[in-house]
Structure formats: structure tokens, C-alpha cells
């Protein structure tokens, strides 16, 4: 292609035509490819609540955005085909054209003649991608967060006439993308957003130590998802917790487990302890034995349901609810009772610790000092590891006991030391032939700490 001589005015020379020409064009397209690009956030950064305010106060620029924001996978195809089509224009039309007037240019030099047409191309491709990712993409998505609404409401009318001439086209990009999710086994669409747990829990604990979520109702967020991981047998208080009352015990024996034990229900069992066959509300036959005294326990025992210990945590409380029930006996697979579970366990799970006015304030884990806790044994291990931000091993046990039971194999006598995986170490400081009852619980760092602070003191 012939150079053409250089446009002088004044005696002052111009960029040769067709070269100045043609960078004005890609710059045209690198602009054009920016608003693309921030119309993609600003639409997208826009609150749902925000938007229909806007259509609350009317306007054909909220009712448009209001439709983009409706069909977003209609809305993204849109974005995308512009970006596509403006990108592949500039690069084609950057290499055939703007090389090609670039590169005569760069032959006046002896020196770098050889490699004028390369040098050339390379200069118009580092160019054109400087400028596209600078002009094209952070300038216009920066802007598009500081004026999200006004850069909406300006691109959505052209953008939602764009996307109504392109419906061919963005009905078979849609259609694509979603047909190779589905191969891959993903039954949502490609605009659909699927968080994992764990990513939604660090979203709540972010939000409540931003303040944008009271600090209580974060932690109530965060407790309902590790609610689902739970089931009937980390909830339960185990077998030998339950207080339960004979058939046929008398109304004194009745009152006087009213008052020791301070529960307002209780399981009856016949012959049998472990023969459950209901349960009855303390209070409701104390008050009926006062005005009919000859009232006996079967007429107010009330069904009581079984429930397998494998049972998810919501399903449990859905079952409580719809039986209309405040208890059910957990079993194992051969149907033996190992352990009773209340409504009051379960949304305890959900906002904490609750203490009626019988209570008796206590604290299952007191800290002892820094990285060190006194635990006692019937502690559930998931509520010790949400205590201590630690994950701790899972198997056939769901207390503190059950673990030291697993890892020493026996009953582990006092003093006896267990490494748990997760940097946390178990020391045994009070237990019966039968059962563990309180473990001191250290963190390594601070028992690593304990051990050189005896070596530099030896007593």
C-alpha cells in the first residue's frame, strides 16, 4: 500500500490520513467496548428494592431497566455479544488496516526496517490490548460502581432495544450455555449463582462484623447453617440423662421428681425401664391430682414419638411441630433407646443456651486462660468446635466423652493425655469406671507454651 504524504496546515504536519484515521476508528471501538462493559455492572450492581422504587416513581428508563434486570441471562447475552463483536473488530481490523499503515512508517528507519511489518503488528496488538483493558473495561466498570443508578438508567433503553433485535441470537448463545451446564450435570442457568456453605457463612460473619447485620441475628444466620449438618444423635441428651417416671408411681414420687429434677416433661416407662410408653407434663398431673385425687398416671401419659438417631436436625423439628409434640426417644437401628431429644434442644442449636426460671446457671466450657478450656463430657463436639473455631473429627460419637472414649479405646482414666487432629489436645480430669465427666481442653500453642514455661521452672 502506497504511503500517502502527510497533511500540513500552517506548515505544521499531521499524523499521515489514513493512519490517524484508522486509530481514531479502534479508539472509537476500545470507548464503545467500555460501555458495554459498564453497563454489565452498573445493571447488575443495582438492588432489586432499588430498582422498583425507581418503577414506583415512574419513567420509561426504570420500566426498561426494570426488563434487563428481569431477563438477566437475555440481558448478559446482550452485553456479551456487543463485547464479542466490538473485540473481534478492533483485533481484526487493528492487524489487517492499522498494521499495515504502521508498518511503511516504522521502514524509514534503516535500522528496524528488516522488522518493520512484525514490530508493527506487535505494536498495534500491545497497543489496542492497553487501551481495551484501560479505556475498555476498568475506566467504564469503575465508573459504572460510583454511578451505577445514572449509568443504568442512561444504557438500559438502547440496550434493551439491542437485545430485542438480537433475540435469534441471544436465544442460541442462552440455549448453548445452558445445554453444556446441564451435560456437566448443573441444573441451573449460567446466571444463576450458587454459593457453597461455607462461602454463605463467611458472607454472614463478614456482614455482622461490618454491622450491616445485627451482631445476634449474624449469629443466629450462621447457627441455621450449621443446623442442617446436624441430626437427632449429636442433639440428644444420651440414655443416661433421661429422667423418666414409672406407670406406676405414686403422686409423691411424681412430685418429688417434679422438684428435683426441674423438668416439665418426662417419659413414662412400664415394667421395663427402657419399655417407654408415653410421656406426661409434670405440672398438668400435679394440677389434676389436686382436684381429682384418685386421677392415675395412664390417663394423662400423651404419645411420645420415636425418632432413628440418623435423622437431619429441620426434618426433626418439622416432626415435632407437626405431631404437635414437645419430645421424642431417639433409637438405633435395633430399636433401642439411646437418648432423648426436645424441642428446646433444637432451637437452642438455632439461638443458644435458653434457661428457664428452674435452670440453674452453668457453663459447659469455661475458659480457663488463653487457648485452655474445662469441658465437661456430655458436651456436644460440634458445639465445642463452633466454640473454638476448630473442626473436630467426626465418627460414632457426638460428645466430648464420646471422642475420649474413641481415641483411648476404654474409658481413659484421669490425667490420661489424647492428641486430637486440628491442633487440640485432651487431658482427662475427672472420670468414673463408667463415664468421662470433665476433660480439659488446650489448643497446641497454648500446651506447647505450658511445657516450656516447666522446663524454664522446674519445681
Known sequence: MPVLAPWTTSGRPLPEAPLFTESLIILALVLLNGVFSGAEIAVLSLRKTRIAELLDAGGHRARALARLRDTPESFLATVQIGITVIGATAAAFGGASLAAELSPVLAKSPVIAPYAHNLAVAVVVVSISFFTLVLGELVPKSLALRAGESYALLIAPPLLALAWAARPVVALLTGSSNLVLRMFGDRTTFTETRHSRAEVQQIVEEAASAGSVDPQAGEIASRALDFSNLDAYTVMAPRSEIVAVSLSASMVDIATLARASGHARVPVYEGATDNFVGFVNLRDVLAEALLHPEVTLSALLHPVSFVPDSMPAPALLRKLQHDRTHLALVSDEQGTVIGLVTIEDLVEELVGEIFSENDKPRSNIEPE???????????????????????????????????????????????????????????????????????????????????????????
Open 369 to 459: 486462660g488463653e487457648g485452655v478450656w474445662l469441658v465437661t463430657g456430655n458436651v456436644p463436639l460440634h458445639e465445642l468446635g463452633r466454640e473454638l473455631g476448630v473442626e473436630l473429627p467426626e465418627g460414632d460419637f457426638a460428645t466430648v466423652a464420646g471422642l475420649c472414649l474413641h481415641l483411648a479405646g476404654a474409658i481413659p482414666p484421669v490425667g490420661a493425655a489424647l492428641v486430637v487432629e486440628g491442633g487440640i489436645s485432651l487431658e482427662v480430669v475427672e472420670a468414673t469406671p463408667r463415664r468421662v465427666k470433665r476433660v480439659r481442653v488446650r489448643r497446641r500453642r497454648a500446651l506447647a507454651s505450658a511445657e516450656a514455661g516447666g522446663q524454664e521452672n522446674p519445681e
